[in-house]
């Protein structure tokens, strides 16, 4: 086939593909199932009693009873019975790796080795209410409480909503132009299309009593002690903004990227074809973030596209799934390698020396083994740090905001979940688990204030 | 290879799988595919008397209701019989007899309740020289209402006159159709004999709403807004039909009355289980409405398959050897004790036993056994009751395990005694009290 752009073209290049070839590669990953689909697919549900999928969802969403509701024609029902628990359900469906969570623990696995459709009967309910704009929840009369919530990520959104069910009014101040964090800004493009990340951002924030505004940066713009003087409580959950570096010879020549910053411009891209990219990458890492950029490299065009990780498969952090999706692309995973050096001809990446590693009593050691990986675009995928300034004296655990069982910071009145504080496993369905929990948290606080003193009998 | 060959009241066939009467056998085009495909038989679709035939409903004429994927479990219909001429049918008839002289045709009748009306048609039928007649006396609807089938399979003194009649004025063998539309259907079925038939076929469709449209609140299938009872059949159907063949079969009066077994018959398996009970064959309908004629082939394997297995030579072997098995309650043994087992390899831990029985039953299985889910039986607790077997998703993983005689029953604390002893002797019966005293 002839191409109309820079097809093998060396460097990084952008209009690698055709249109056709850029619209096929960026659509919908699993399109929403259809109504016989759904039928079929919820019909192999058990309905199982204290059901195991239900327990290893971090948002305790009624998983036998949502399927059942779809299996009976009621799939607005469903997607309440979800929306009860996780606001964000739609993205959740979208993007959980249900392979880990609710379908790792159906136990159809056990007699087929096949887990029910979990993921998908979720986004098929969720879909349905979402596109017929219907709101299942209605504020009550404000309680003339307001509660500032930090960044309108996964976890802000869900205190924000589950706040403003509570009759709070909620102003979510966020850095970003976008409201929408991580979702918006950090997930792989096939998997959200359609701009799904801002109309949920709309679905949920519909309840009212919800005002975002965007370009608001903590430490910038405002300081926590701000926040304190001016509401009632605060809720932080501003993510993680720092990206961790290699610190090896060579990092800022041109070509070595952050794979944030590439998930990020390629979501935010209009044209995909006006989004460059190398014709042999490396991408450094062996989680989500290192799946996600390897295989929309591939997908912009990429000739050759190998993931580096210094541990062993079994050690990665993306899940079997999101491993076989990258090989299934095209993508190399090579394990036990470790960046030494990133090469470069003319103040551009030119390869990668990479070093041979092995785990000797419990340890991760080099091997003096080396090797040379031919490259023009190096991503970094190794990790995201906390970073944040504004915050005073608030407490710090393990490079992130302490919090308690109840997500209260060291500070009165300041709560903080989401993948800024060190508990969650970083995932979005952990973030809207704390968000709500916070939420909850907080209306349990704001609530006593607001009764009428009780007389003394 | 096991003779599936069969001797129905003399009449004929290579397999005793036949088609009952109804849309699938109303004309020749279909009755020779059917034949084609394998089918051992066919009860033609049933004749009206002479004159202008019968009008059916210009909507739809069938209901209903489904398992899981949309299987289709249960049928109903509100057609009527066939709406052919009556002698464009009898030619048909005599044409396939001819084509296919190996294979049973029977000739489903229905005429108003005369003397004269059945004097009149059935020297038409005998002349086509098919096997033999069945007097459909079955049908629920439409033609009840005009005091035809079900009408007259409701009340056993005209079912004995009508066959009285017949006999009297056919040399032909007569089946007696039976609506399952009645309290006993035992009194039918004497009836039909007192009337001297050769045989009884059973079971007609129930009276029977499938389902109800809620967007107009009229019955389904619905005709311009409203809705009729109809005939209900397929795989649902079945048991119904089972209890009512064993009725039958173990009845003293009715004892080696032969039976053709009708009633959502799907599968060999299931008309072994008719054979089991007593039916000398089998009609099937709905099955083949859902799938084509085909299945048949499915039947006649799956069938012989099984008797090669079991070393069953011919269809006598096993017709009617599960009727001395058919027993009243009071019969069972109470000192039969079984408990039900959970194979923990087999167990997929979804919960469904547990959940069974502690909200519906005895509290007999376990949830958590020292902390961790496990599901298992406290023999204690367990009566038996078969619930958790039959609400189990895994085949085989949880089993009802006899207690040998001799061994302890942990929940009454008895020794299992190897007596039979049933409820007629039982301490805590009135009526065995007083024949002690």
Known sequence: MERLGSGSAPGIEAGRLTPAEYETNFADLHPRLDRHEALVAADRCYFCYDAPCMTACPTTIDIPMFIRQISTGNPLGSAKTIFDQNILGGMCARVCPTETLCEEACVRNTAEDRPVEIGRLQRYATDIAMEAGRQFYTRPAPTGKTVAVVGAGPAGLAAAHRLAMHGHSVVILDAREKAGGLNEYGIATYKAVDEFASREVEYVTAIGGIEIRNGQALGRDFSLSDLTAQYDAVFLAMGLAGVNGLGIEGEDLAGVDDAVDFIAALRQA????????????????????????????????AEEVTICYRRGKEHMNASGYEQDLATANGVIIRHWLAPKRILGKDGSVAGIEVEYTAMRDGKLVPTDETGVIAADQIMKAIGQSFLASGLGALAMERGRIAVDAESRTSVERVWAGGDCVGVGEDLTVSAVAQGRDAAESINRVLAAGIQPATAVA | MADIRNNFVGIKSPNPFWLASAPPTDKAYNVERAFKAGWGGVVWKT????????????????GAIWGADRRLLGLNNIELITDRDLYTNLREMKQVKKNWPDRAIIASIMVPCTEEAWKAILPLVEETEVDGIELNFGCPHGMSE??????????????EMVVRWCKQYTRMPVITKLTPNVTDIRKPARAAKAGGTDAVSLINTINSIVSVDLDNFAPNPTVGGKGSHGGYCGPAVKPIALNMVAEIARD???YGLPISGIGG??????????????????????????????????????????MDAKGHQSLDDIIGRAVPNVTDWQYLNLNYIAKAHIDQDACIKCGRCHIACEDTSHQA???????????????????????????CPVENCITMEALPAGELDKRTGKVVDPVYANWTTHPNNPMARQAAE
Request: charged fraction near 20%; include cysteine.
């Open chain 2, 265 to 306: 018959i799907t599968t060999w398996r299931d008309a072994a289980e008719f054979l089991a009970l007593g039916a000398g064959n089998v009609q099937v309908c709905t099955a083949a409405m859902t799938y084509g004629f085909k299945i048949v082939q499915e039947m006649i394997t799956g069938l012989s398959d099984w």
């Open chain 2, 146 to 159: 005009r005091g035809m089938g079900a009408a007259v399979g409701q009340v056993p003194e005209y079912i």
């Open chain 2, 365 to 391: 299985i376990t949830q958590f056994v020292d902390g961790v889910r496990h599901f298992e039986v406290m023999e204690e607790e367990c009566v038996g009751c078969n619930l958790c077997v039959n609400v």
């Open chain 2, 252 to 254: 003293p009066e009715t």
């Open chain 2, 47 to 62: 004749l009206g008397e002479e004159g202008p035939p019968v009008v059916n409903v210009n909507g739809p004429r069938y």
């Open chain 1, 270 to 301: 209009k044209d995909k074809a006006t989004v460059p990219i190398g014709r042999r990458i490396v991408v450094l890492g062996g989680g989500m973030t290192a799946i996600d950029a390897a295989i929309q490299a591939k997908l912009l065009g």
